[in-house]
């Protein structure tokens, strides 16, 4: 996988702020190369201030006049589309797309176009693909904003090069309700409260001993009944304390 | 799984837009409840353009004083997190996070949270998650945009409910080059030509023929070696029908 390989090519984008939008989401996901075809107006400043701190994908983007400029020494062309179209085209969802153009991009040139705001790619672009991307939607609602889908597949490729992390085991079968943000803090109150009693918490110096177990709890996720517990050992270790001062 | 039981929650937005920004990227993935706990400015026209036609999130969104007031009633909150910290929390990327927001939210409330964009989420607001997300993101710029880090969260939660599309086979192990867009192009003219030499295509009623063996040809993927057969075979395909137009 290379991803200076992948280049990101933008039709006729009428909007300078998506593609200031488009080229901080390449640059945050690792991919440098954008390719515009006929763009209504760029160099802008609206394209410079959503870029932010991605100034240099802007000034190095290639603008063509056609699309063919854009992708001819390319091997492996994607095209997004929104449309179900009279003959379908293969067409793949972002994560099973990143990886075809992941492996591909060892050693081709890949491109993945991008059409307009308002209607997409034409049908004689999309025919210039190998496969087609879809990006599931809400029926509601399935019109996304051009740079949120460039973030979304860049975000793909991505993911394919970051360390994975260990999965964490599920909840769905618990028997007792998982308490509430609110009674947690009631419960750190509480727990502080009782170390501080007990002399084991001292709050003057506190150092991490909260931070620690508010991770400890956090990660394991109280439900209702253990939560009940908790509290009625922290009341009675209060009541010896109580006592024993009491006593003194 | 039931994203009506996922709230996003905005702490401290600065920028309108970008609150206008993640209505329509929970929209277009299908989520609807938005809480929004101090926000600089809102309601704004800027958050009301970019929304677009995600002004129903808007109109609904819940405005709350604090952070405690936004997630009260949930059981199960995770934080958004772009940084180290002393003590690591459980960090779990989108795809994993998904996974454990999608099945509490068959019976619980999940709240997912995100900072400002300048400084993210306090210590304090990521001690009273569940669980931390973190987005993978490149070195050189890690600093996502607000809207587009709801996206990828929006999105991977509608990964999870949209119909699997078969994969398809890898070419890695391929033995000689692909062809480019410009042969295929010319490829695709010299095709059309030969077709209609020997009348099997109609250029008055061309009908779907040459729509259909792009795809067939787009959806293979010819190497060099392929093509040049191709192009033998309609050479020789033209002579013949050159031949036999001499002798009528």
Sequence with gaps: MDLDNIRIVLVNTSHPGNIGGV???MKNMGLSRLYLVEPRQFPHEEADWRAASA?????SAV????LEEAIGDCQFVV??????RRIPWPL????????????ASSQQQVAVLFGREDRGLTNEELKLCNLHLHVPTSEAYSSLNLAMAVQIVCYELRMLQAQPVLPRSEDDQWDTPFTSVENMERFYVHLEQTL?????LD????????SRLRRLYSRVRLDEMELN?????LTETQKWVARANKSR
């Design 196 to 200: 501080t009693d007990i002399e084991f």
């Design 63 to 66: 603008v063509t006049p056609t």
């Design 229 to 233: 517990i908790l509290r009625g050992i």
């Design 23 to 25: 080229a901080r989401a």
């Design 203 to 210: 709050p003057a110096a506190p150092r991490q001993l909260m």
């Design 92 to 103: 793949l969802d972002p994560r099973q797309c990143a990886q075809r153009m992941a492996s």
């Design 79 to 84: 095209g997004t589309s929104a449309r179900e």
């Design 55 to 59: 100034g240099d994908v802007l000034q």
